[in-house]
């Protein structure tokens, strides 16, 4: 930590807004799309829709996505003259909300497109996008439905102005399901060609079979590996830290936290973090966990608690381990990717998952 540990909150966590700037400039080059919005739901995964959306806004950012119509409102207040669109439709009898606050809704049925088309006949045209379904079985319209759709007076009323579908695992290098997903949304994209396309996340990015007119990166933004297993090209966004509390030596025997599921095999010098799951810091980590102290990386010793974690630091010099020296969770070479993989889950998790606890630092 570059300032003193926190006082009042267990750890840090500093969001770089000029990386996620940068990031979202690597993307838009990468994709070679025409224009590329950025995915900001889950309060834009958790580094906070309020400072991350003007951010983009400001490195030329237009197009948005959110997942639920509270976060759209937030996005709508944070960027106030952006196009908007919500991933997971809208709920049944709140069309005008959306209409309300100009607020483009993804349409993935044919009870949600009828609903939209039908206030959009009585109020007046407000677009929306469509998503057709090529593989995820999650969201959208079939293909067929949506090719036999596809000439439908309600459709028309709809007011599409996307079309999108959404990819399975683009992570995975080539995966001969993207090719298929890919080639299914060609033919969709035929019987609707006024409409432009989007199919890309983060992964899709990298991938010249899913360029369109607009991608649609979530992860890599915030600085998630977009292809696990190679270099990754973006900027760490987000870094936690949590000072220590107190430092102890311990006897070979000695057990450490919880259920003495850690047990010294020889004299250990240990550290006691103030952060732990409350902050959203996976309980599964335990076992698997680190964190660099002094610039050597420390494995965690027992069980994760709830405000606490127990750190082996045997390895760092002595004058590292002061109270109140930082301690860091996420940054210093440990990437979310890694602490996603450690924690038996994704860097994705990770992000979305951290907490309200910390003192947030926005740096720009
Ligand atoms: C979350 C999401 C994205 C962004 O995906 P990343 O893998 O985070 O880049 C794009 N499109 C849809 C439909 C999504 O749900």
Redesign the pocket.
């Known amino acids: 930590m570059t300032e003193p540990t926190p006082i009042g909150h267990g750890g840090r966590l500093t969001v770089d807004l000029a990386a996620l700037r940068a990031n979202w400039r690597i993307l838009a080059t990468a994709a070679e799309c025409p224009e590329t919005a950025a995915?900001i739901?889950a309060d834009a995964y958790g580094c906070g829709i309020a400072r991350a959306a003007p951010a983009l806004w400001a490195e030329g950012c237009r197009t948005f996505?959110v997942a639920h119509l509270s976060e759209a409102l937030s996005a709508r207040e944070a960027v106030p003259d952006a196009v908007v669109y919500v991933?997971n439709g809208f709920p049944p009898g709140s069309a005008q909300a959306y209409r309300d606050a100009d607020l483009r809704p993804v349409l993935g049925s044919r009870d949600e497109v009828a609903e939209w088309a039908a206030a959009n006949r009585e109020a007046g045209p407000r677009p929306a996008a469509l998503h057709v379904d090529t593989g995820m079985n999650r969201l959208g319209l079939s293909v067929p439905d949506a090719l036999s759709l596809a000439g439908d007076p309600m459709m028309a009323e709809a007011g599409f102005d996307l079309l999108m579908s959404?990819l399975v695992s683009a992570e995975v290098e080539h995966d001969p399901l993207t090719d298929h997903q890919a080639a299914e949304f060609a033919r969709v994209r035929a019987a609707y060609p006024h409409l432009r396309a989007s199919l890309a996340?983060?992964?899709g990015d990298f991938l010249a079979s899913c360029r369109a007119d607009l991608a649609?990166?979530?992860?890599?933004l915030y600085g998630g590996n977009p292809r696990p297993g190679r270099d990754n090209p973006m900027r760490p966004v987000v870094r936690l830290e949590a000072g220590i509390l107190q430092v102890r030596e311990v006897e070979a025997g000695a057990t450490a936290g919880y259920n003495a599921r850690w047990v010294a095999r020889g004299p250990r010098r240990l550290a006691t973090l103030s952060l732990g799951y409350a902050d959203g810091y996976p309980r599964a980590s335990t076992g698997r966990g680190e964190a660099v102290v002094g610039g050597v990386r420390c494995p965690f010793a027992g069980n994760v608690s709830m405000d606490l974690i127990i750190l082996d630091v045997t390895e760092v010099p002595r004058d590292a381990l002061r109270r109140g020296a930082p301690a860091t969770l996420i940054g210093d070479g440990l990437d979310l990717d890694t602490v996603g993989r450690n924690a038996g889950t994704i860097g994705?998790e990770i992000l979305t998952g951290l907490g309200a606890r910390y003192e947030r630092v926005y740096r720009d």
């Open positions: 995915v739901k996505f991933l959404h996340n983060s992964s649609r990166p979530g992860y890599a994705y």
